[in-house]
């Protein structure tokens, strides 16, 4: 009896001591609603409409992927080339699943990438997706469209998780050099964006050493797909980074207490399913990315534990 009413006072405490991950125009964030790709599973991925599609679902923060043209323009785009899933070449003409590596964004520049549209053919993974004819854009113009929905919807300032997208057997055949790459990413984004909202990710992790060298004031966020476990991934990393972002299915209520206990925040990718995002969140993870930034609304998770308007 007296351990539990024990337990009991502990576990109050310990939820009125529990502080708001952040607190922005008046809102505070409870668990970090990231739009995977925009809202990949309600629109094209990293597109302008994908983004502001997200927003309107309140996500707060948008999870977006980067690519580096000949001429050293950051393009927002999951791979290097040209998807045949869901781009359409210069022509108009499908991209044929064999070639589509052949169509390397590192070796054009962006006018001539502007020329495809990778919005207008249905994603067969994502049958929702209201479909819009978009150019993979610029990392300048997404930017750029968001700020200025934000200033006219009066919309709180929505955080931006970006992610260098390299790995060492694509260095200057796909993108340039982890080094090169960062300080792209880092010269385009200071100035334009307060970097209190900013986290970059890699699973490079030669991108995350160089930013915590070079760039120490920037939110790192490291994601995880390989078995190896938590020490094994920080000693390879040799640092603690702000976050750890792994494989929804490589967390279980244990290892979200050991990161925890790290001092890092738990993210995980990629949830979809509404019963999968209300588990995560009873085992305390601190957000969720998702392509369906819709189904969280729908989950038993009550909405001021996500984002709370301050009285
Ligand atoms: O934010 C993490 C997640 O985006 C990683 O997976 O392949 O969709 O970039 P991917
Ligand atoms: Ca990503």
Redesign the pocket.
Known sequence: MRLTLLLLISFIVSCESKKPLWTVNETKIWLDLQG??GARGLAPENSLPGFLKALSYNVTTL?M?LAVTKDGQLVVS?EPWFSHLFCKDSFGNPIAEDSARDFNIYQMTYAEVSRFDCGSIQNPRFPEQELVSSPKPLLTEIVGGIEQYLEKTGKFAVRY?I?IKSQPEGDDIFHPSPNEFSDLVYKTIDGRIDWNRVSI?SFDFRVLQYFNEKYPEVKLAA?VENQNGLDANLEALGFTPEIY?CYYKLLDRETVKQIHEKGMLVIP??VNEIAEMEQLYDWGVDGI?TDYPDRIWQSQIPPNKIIEPVP
């Open positions: 995977h790709r999870e992927d999951h998780n992610e990710q994601l972002s990718w990629t990315i």
